[in-house]
């Protein structure tokens, strides 16, 4: 599968424990986006990465959330002290972006999040 | 910031009809639509994209239709069929910036 990967697909966590999430875009794609989706809701941008720079994170990103890409290549996504209301779906989408064209995003299958 | 809406949040059709879903935009700047189709547990999956130098996009029974003066752009699915059941997702980006997303359609085809 040349796909977006993520893992893992299924997380429960207590209250208070820290939580790391991975993705491993499409081989040759420089970008790579974190997105959160609760049911009922479409998927809310977190961050993004070119290469291995993080060059935008949303408002919505609190300090508890980390996120890294060192080699340009997977991306982790870590939260400390998670809350019940981090509990939803962490999608990962990878694009390649060139010169002017749209860098269409491809999704992972996503990891979801219960927290206790 | 950019902000999307979509209508409606929910469409029932007929199979065989089509169905017809709305998006609007805020951020004149944005320059690229993508639609992406949600299966019940699944990954959202592209089925259709424009840019903005483009007025319509035709893929089979899907088409995009995009009105910069209005700042909307709409998914029309014809020909409805009971897989063409899931959650649709506009999409308003500028060139290498994030996606916003609208709030989602769920669209009900019955047989």
């Known amino acids: 599968d040349t796909g977006v990967s993520q893992n893992p697909r299924h997380k429960i966590t207590k209250r208070g424990q820290n939580v790391t999430f991975r993705c491993d875009p499409i081989?040759?794609?420089?970008?790579l986006y974190w997105y959160r989706q609760t049911l009922g809701q479409g998927p809310e941008f977190l961050t993004y990465f070119q290469n291995e720079a993080q060059l935008e994170k949303s408002r919505l990103l609190s300090d508890r959330f980390s996120a890294e890409r060192p080699k340009g290549s997977f991306s982790t996504l870590e939260i400390q002290r998670t809350e019940q209301g981090d509990s939803a779906m962490y999608l990962c989408?990878?694009?390649?972006?060139?010169?002017?064209?749209?860098?269409?995003?491809?999704f992972g299958p996503g990891t979801r999040l219960t927290v206790l | 910031g950019e902000n999307v809406e979509q209508h409606p949040s929910t469409l029932s059709v007929q199979e065989g009809d089509s169905a017809v879903i709305k998006c609007t935009y805020s951020d004149s700047a944005s320059n690229y639509f993508p639609w992406y189709k949600q299966e019940l547990g699944k990954r959202p999956q592209l089925i259709i994209d424009?840019?903005?130098?483009?007025g319509e996009k035709k893929d089979q029974r899907i088409a995009v239709t995009l009105n910069k003066t209005a700042k909307h752009f709409s998914l029309h699915i014809t020909e409805t069929q009971p897989e063409d059941s899931a959650v649709y997702f506009c999409?308003?980006?500028?060139?290498?910036?994030?996606?916003?997303f609208g709030p989602g359609t769920r669209l009900s085809v019955l047989p």
């Open positions: 081989s040759e794609h420089n970008r």
């Open positions: 989408a990878s694009s390649f972006l060139y010169g002017d064209r749209p860098d269409t995003q491809y």
């Open positions: 999409a308003a980006s500028r060139t290498g910036q994030n996606f916003v």
């Open positions: 424009i840019r903005s130098n483009v």
